[in-house]
Every structure is written in structure tokens, then in C-alpha cells.
């Protein structure tokens, strides 16, 4: 892929997300949601009724056009490349399939470490290029309007999916491997973080202009396990791509982490070593004690109940109003903590946009 300066992308009208990430002073608060572009909205549905859900992932056009959906409709302040954490796996030579009413379904997962023989190291540029091509068409298709961020789930979180073959309430296939086979579980894990810095790397190659990593499984780890399984990982991913963009002479970008049910403890330790610009922080972690765990060089994203935005127009803008003036303006970015829930009334949404501007 060609280096950024030949794509000659429109210019960012609006940075306030940027600002915010890097802790720069901002006019308000920058808001977007988790899953935006997504099934609450009726045009995605729609859109839904005609294309499978991985052909419009890997459908530069398609996705573009899902990923400029919630923009065109909302005043939000960054758009996300519509795309799933589940393309590694694939392009490790997994199968997934997205099922209907169940979600990603992986027909043949890995039962024991002799099966990782299985997985192939993907060329990232080939293999996920679409991802690359889809960013590039999107941030053209912006015209400059918000930034777009790109993204990838964490080692931790793949695996889990790649063991247990799907979602799961328990995850004890996956995390019993961190017991049983902790040598080939960090092998595993090392494969996916090998990835992730490359497909990461392209995308930013690709015009993204912030990454966000998803942690999804965090919650099943306890602090031992998030010590040894996570945080390495995590933070190689960022130190990794970071210095790769440097010796490619390409500015780097704002990185998120996203450690869904991650403890107090764990939190705490990811902001300490300040890999990261911003951590996310799902709707149980108390904001005031955040920022005191987090110290002041670190931004924060969230943290609104996705199941708040079921409540009345009213309740929803009071709440995110609250959340809002507890975080404060500076080094916060407003969000859900987690994706917005498929059946979201639309009014809520707006109202959770214009309560956040409002401040």
C-alpha cells in the first residue's frame, strides 16, 4: 500500500476527537458510539437484506458505504470502518461464519495446542487488504468531514473465539488452556499479536487516523491472568506499531484500548505503563475513581450503559449530561460502554449526542 502522503485525503474539518485522545483542549466534548454503524439503524437493515454480513466487510464499497450510515444521520464526531474482529481468525485460515440470531460461529476451532499447526501466517496486505481499500475509500467519501478510526480485537479476545468456536457465558475452553497449556497459549498469542501490528500498521497506511483495540474477554481474566495473557500483548502492540510507523516516516496515531470488564487493578496497571492514549472503560467502572487510578496523561472513552439508551428521550439526555459533566472536558471522550444494543430507539441516540454537545 502506498504511503499516506500520495492519497491525497480531504482535509479534517472537525479534530475535536483527535484533540481529546492527545489531551489538547477542545470547544466540547467529542462523542461517537460502539458499533454505530450497525443493526439499529434501519438503512443498515435494509442494506442487511441484500449483501451477507463478511461480503460487506470485504466489499470495499459496502463498507464504506455502512461506515458513512450513522454519519450522514448523526452529528457524531468520528466514524469507524465498518469491518469485525473475526477477519484475523479468517485470514489465519479459520472459518467463521456470522449466524443469524447466535453471531460469529467457528465451525472448526482449535481443540489442542497440536492443531495450531492449523493456522496460517496471513500476508497482510493480500489477505485483509480489503480492510485497507474499504479505509481509503471511506476517508475519500468523508470529505473530511469527522475522523476515522480503525480497529482490531486483542490477542486475548481472538483467542478466546478461536478455542471456544463463538461467543460464550463462560469461556472455559479457552481460559482452561491458560491453565493447562500456558506455554502454547503465549505461543498463540504471540501468532495473533504478529498480525495485529501489520494489519494495524496497513490500516493506518490505509488513511486510518486513530486504532482502536478491543479487549472484549477481559472480563474472564482476573488480574493474574490479565498480567501474564493480556497487558504484554497489548502493549507490544502498541510499542510495535508505533516504531514501525516511525521507520516508515508516518506520523503515528492516537491508540485506544478497550478492556471490557477488565478490574480496577488491571485498568490500572494498562494506564501506568501508558502504551496507550486513551483506555475505555465499560458502564461498571466508576469515573471519578478512573481518573484518580488513571493519573492525568491519560484520556478516557465511555461510559454510558448501552441499556441506559432504553429509557425515556428525556432520562437519556439527563444521564449522558451527568456522565458527561463527571468526566469533565478535558482528556474525555464520550461513548457507551460497549456497542450500542441492536433494538436502540433512534431518538435516543440523538438525544445522547446533543446531551454530550450541550456541555
Known amino acids: 500500500m502506498t504511503g499516506?502522503?500520495?492519497?491525497?485525503?480531504?482535509?479534517?474539518?472537525?479534530?475535536?476527537?483527535?484533540?481529546?485522545?492527545?489531551?489538547?483542549?477542545?470547544?466540547?466534548?467529542?462523542?461517537?458510539?460502539?458499533r454505530q454503524a450497525g443493526r439499529y439503524l434501519p438503512e443498515f437493515r435494509e442494506f442487511r437484506t441484500k449483501h451477507d454480513f463478511f461480503s460487506i466487510c470485504q466489499t470495499p464499497e459496502f463498507a464504506c458505504e455502512v461506515t458513512l450510515q450513522p454519519i450522514k444521520r448523526f452529528d457524531l464526531d468520528a466514524s469507524i470502518i465498518f469491518s469485525d474482529i473475526l477477519?484475523?481468525?479468517?485470514?489465519?485460515?479459520?472459518?467463521?461464519?456470522?449466524k443469524s440470531g447466535v453471531g460469529p460461529v467457528l465451525p472448526q476451532p482449535i481443540a489442542n495446542p497440536g492443531e495450531l499447526s492449523r493456522l496460517k501466517i496471513p500476508n497482510v496486505e493480500k489477505d485483509l487488504g480489503y480492510v485497507g481499500h474499504a479505509i481509503t475509500l471511506t476517508r475519500h467519501r468523508l470529505e473530511g468531514k469527522v475522523p476515522l478510526i480503525g480497529f482490531t480485537g486483542a490477542p486475548w479476545t481472538l483467542m478466546g473465539y478461536m478455542i471456544q468456536g463463538g461467543g460464550s457465558s463462560t469461556m472455559a475452553q479457552a481460559r482452561s488452556w491458560l491453565y493447562k497449556y500456558p506455554e502454547d497459549s503465549l505461543k498463540l498469542l504471540q501468532l495473533i499479536t504478529d498480525v495485529i501490528v501489520d494489519y494495524l500498521v496497513m490500516q493506518v497506511q490505509a488513511g486510518a487516523q486513530a486504532l482502536q483495540v478491543f479487549e472484549s474477554h477481559a472480563d474472564y481474566l482476573n488480574d493474574e491472568l490479565f498480567d501474564k495473557y493480556s497487558l504484554p500483548f497489548l502493549n507490544q502492540i502498541s510499542k510495535r506499531v508505533k516504531s514501525k510507523l516511525n521507520e516508515l516516516q508516518i506520523p503515528d496515531v492516537p491508540m485506544i484500548a478497550f478492556p471490557k470488564g477488565a478490574t480496577y487493578d488491571s485498568l490500572e496497571l494498562l494506564a501506568k505503563d501508558q502504551c496507550y492514549d486513551v483506555i475505555g472503560i465499560d458502564w461498571t467502572v466508576n469515573p471519578v475513581e478512573a481518573r484518580e487510578r488513571f493519573g492525568s496523561n491519560i484520556s478516557i472513552q465511555g461510559n454510558m450503559d448501552p441499556c441506559a439508551m432504553y429509557s425515556t428521550e428525556k432520562e437519556v439526555y439527563a444521564r449522558a449530561r451527568e456522565i458527561a459533566n463527571t468526566f469533565g472536558k478535558s482528556r474525555y471522550i464520550a461513548n457507551l460502554g460497549h456497542g450500542i444494543l441492536p433494538d436502540t430507539p433512534i431518538s435516543s441516540v440523538e438525544a445522547f449526542i446533543r446531551a454530550i454537545h450541550s456541555i
Do not use: C, S
Open 87 to 98: 477477519v484475523i481468525p479468517q485470514a489465519m485460515g479459520l472459518t467463521v461464519e456470522m
Open 4 to 34: 499516506m502522503m500520495q492519497h491525497n485525503f480531504p482535509k479534517l474539518k472537525n479534530d475535536r476527537f483527535l484533540r481529546a485522545a492527545r489531551g489538547e483542549e477542545v470547544d466540547k466534548i467529542p462523542v461517537w458510539i460502539m
